[in-house]
Nanobody, 115 residues
């Protein structure tokens, strides 16, 4: 059984920074891709950033240059450093871990950016 837990969300003023963390635990031999998604009220869940087991990254256009995804494979952990935050970044942020062919999701962490 695998659990995925996010942390690090909160309230921040526009222009500020937050760092999200996500840990996968349980019976895990290896994790393929790890990603961050977000969902704002009334909107569909969207991909924010992803990172492969080899370290290749991809980002949504809206966060390029402001957000950085990284991972610590030995800790089954992925991070999302968010800088220059904007009110439109307000959303629940979800972590996704691909293990074999199964996607595991966390419960989400709220990020609120005030103007």
């Amino acid at each position: 059984q695998v659990q995925v837990v996010e942390s690090g969300g909160g309230l921040v003023q526009a222009g500020g920074s937050l760092r999200l963390s996500c840990v996968a635990s349980g019976t895990i031999f290896s994790i393929n891709g790890m990603s961050w998604f977000r969902q704002a009220p009334g909107k569909q869940r969207e991909l924010v950033a992803g990172i492969s087991s080899g370290g290749s990254t991809n980002y949504a256009d809206s966060v390029k240059g402001r957000f950085t995804i990284s991972r610590a494979n030995a800790k089954n952990t992925v991070y999302l450093q968010m800088n220059s935050l904007k009110p439109e970044d307000t959303a629940v942020y979800f972590c996704n871990a691909m293990i074999v062919r199964t996607a595991y999701w966390g419960q989400g962490t709220q990020v609120t950016v005030s103007s």
